[in-house]
């Protein structure tokens, strides 16, 4: 008697698979967990939803400067005098990436008690989210940098399909009076830092003067700036606070509108209304100072820093495709993923958005 069978490959079973492993993965990405949204969410990182459905492999952003000039004033004709919008745009190109697991055959699954299937999509959903995570940070610093906090790109990866783009002068600072890589010798993150960062934030004044004015994160009717930086810049940090200057700033994010959104969890405090966070993977380098001296580059974050876009979302949000496939006449088993995705640091006039990039020496853990 002929019997019904529902195989792994099956498509009905490939997409709760699928789906599994992108609720997976929005849980366990830092950016896509608590950073990311749509235009109308002001967060550190734009999500662009245009190239979802339909073709296309690049999305134009926009941004309408804002007006500037003297106004008609008493009996002064206003005709020819009128102003003009001005814009400016930048694209953010998507491509496939991919990756997959060899599970071995049926007798490598007869070997052992646990489920190596399920153990690789485990894998897989852990890895993609650590490398979405990984092209974010790399994005918003500008620079891959060196270290092993990257895991999954080499360091001399030049970024694909968009390119780095490094902080323009007018969205770079340093520690205190240093004006250059040059000049860090063992300048350490503070609290004082903070406070110039978030002066100056305030300071940008439109594109076609300094920069476009640079929007504060808005949670729950909260609005903050955020410094991300790494977990050695947060523990100069709490050295230079004290017990006492600590525990207020832990104190001040407890009591802050909107703490109860996710941008908060994990956060290890509030100071000057700049929420603080602390991620392993912040970009970090070694030809500082006089050409030897170990630097990191916190990123000070407002809205919509970061541009992302996916090339296809399926149902329930799926934007990763997992499938299985057969070798060797289907005796072994590959369980891969596919996305098309794009990151970029957003950037309009040769100038950055909504971020800045701070660069300091930092006291090494062993």
């Not at 004709?77 to 694209?91: A, F, N, V």
Request: net charge positive; charged share 25%.
């Amino acid at each position: 008697m002929a019997r019904t069978q529902i195989l792994p490959s099956d498509p009905g079973a490939v997409k709760v698979y699928s789906a599994s492993v992108a609720v997976d993965v929005a849980k366990k990405s830092y950016f896509n967990s608590k950073m990311a949204g749509t235009e109308t969410q002001k967060l550190p990182v734009l999500v662009k939803t245009d190239l979802e459905s339909g073709a296309g492999d690049e999305v134009t952003c926009y941004l309408v400067a804002k007006l500037r000039g003297r106004p008609a004033q008493g009996a002064e004709k206003l005709e020819g005098r009128e102003m003009r919008l001005s814009k400016y745009t930048d694209k953010l190109r998507v491509d496939k990436f991919r990756n997959g697991v060899n599970v071995g055959d049926v007798m490598d699954q007869k070997r052992v008690k646990w489920s190596i299937k399920s153990q690789a999509r485990d894998r897989l959903s852990d890895y993609i989210a650590e490398f979405e995570d990984e092209m974010t940070m790399m994005h918003a610093a500008g620079a891959r940098g060196v270290g092993a906090e990257i895991q999954h790109f080499p360091a001399d990866w030049t970024a694909w399909p968009n390119g780095f783009v490094a902080p323009d002068a007018g969205h770079q600072t340093y520690p205190g009076a240093v004006a250059s890589k040059g000049g860090l010798t063992n300048e350490k993150l503070s609290l004082a830092d903070i406070d110039k960062l978030a002066a100056k934030a305030k300071k940008f004044l439109g594109t076609e003067a300094n920069g476009a004015k640079m929007t504060p994160i808005t949670i729950e009717g909260g609005v903050h700036f955020l410094l991300l930086t790494g977990v050695e810049g947060m523990y100069d940090i709490r050295r230079e606070a004290g017990d006492q200057g600590w525990l207020a700033i832990q104190k001040a994010a407890a009591a802050a509108e909107g703490r109860k959104n996710p941008i908060f969890d994990g956060s290890a405090g509030m100071y000057n209304k700049v929420i603080l966070q602390e991620h392993e993977g912040v970009i970090k380098f070694n030809d500082y100072g006089a050409g030897s001296v170990k630097a990191m580059r916190s990123l000070f974050l407002g809205a919509h820093a970061v541009s992302k876009a996916y090339g296809f979302k399926g149902n329930g949000g799926v934007r990763y495709k997992l499938s299985e496939s057969g070798l060797d006449l289907d005796e072994e088993a590959v369980i891969h993923f596919r996305t098309i995705l794009g990151i970029k640091a957003s950037t309009f006039n040769g100038q950055r958005f909504g971020m800045i990039a701070h660069d300091h020496c930092y006291t090494e853990i062993n």
